[in-house]
């Protein structure tokens, strides 16, 4: 096995999440659908907003990688859901599959050999495939981890410091 393939294999461990790290479909499998718009007194956000922001990000990332055309929303309001926005069942569940799609969009950029992972990216200013790949996995393990601390609070104890908007 080459380099560039254990490279590769290390990434896509990375994104799909394991050792460490919860993996995507793991956390938001049984997530209890009935919480997604609860929040716990003293954060700024819910579960689901914290899903779309994981979504926006990634998007985001994604797509400056992939296109030179590609312009990024406002930091940091373009990256998180409007305040007060309530999320449906259906709402959660096109999250999760936009998360997915982009999530095997950069798999797929992974995987492609004929794209060098190291090499600068020709509209960036020093941004490697590796870079951003790496900043994608770094930010959903950070924000996977909230999810899941998130998730054990709401489900251990529904009603404790909780409202829902």
Request: no cysteine; hydrophobic share 40%; net charge negative.
């Amino acid at each position: 096995m080459t380099k560039d393939r254990q490279l590769r294999d290390h990434l896509l461990y990375l994104l799909r999440g394991g050792n460490a790290y919860i993996s995507f479909d793991d956390l938001v499998a049984d997530f209890p659908l009935q919480l997604i718009n609860h929040q716990i007194q003293g954060l700024p956000y819910t579960a689901w907003q914290i899903l779309e922001h994981l979504r926006i990000a990634q998007s985001d990332i994604l797509e400056f990688t992939r296109n030179p055309s590609y312009v990024s929303p406002k930091f940091p309001e373009g990256y998180w859901p409007a305040g007060g926005v309530v999320a449906t069942m259906d709402r959660w569940n096109e999250t999760v599959a936009s998360f997915r799609s982009d999530l095997d969009d950069l798999t797929n950029m992974v995987n492609d050999l004929s794209l060098d992972l190291l090499a600068p990216l020709q509209h960036g200013d020093g941004q490697t495939i590796l870079r951003e790949v790496l900043l994608v996995a770094d930010h959903n393990a950070y924000h996977l981890g909230a999810l899941a601390v998130l998730k054990r609070i709401l489900t251990q104890s529904p009603s404790a410091n909780q409202k829902s908007i």
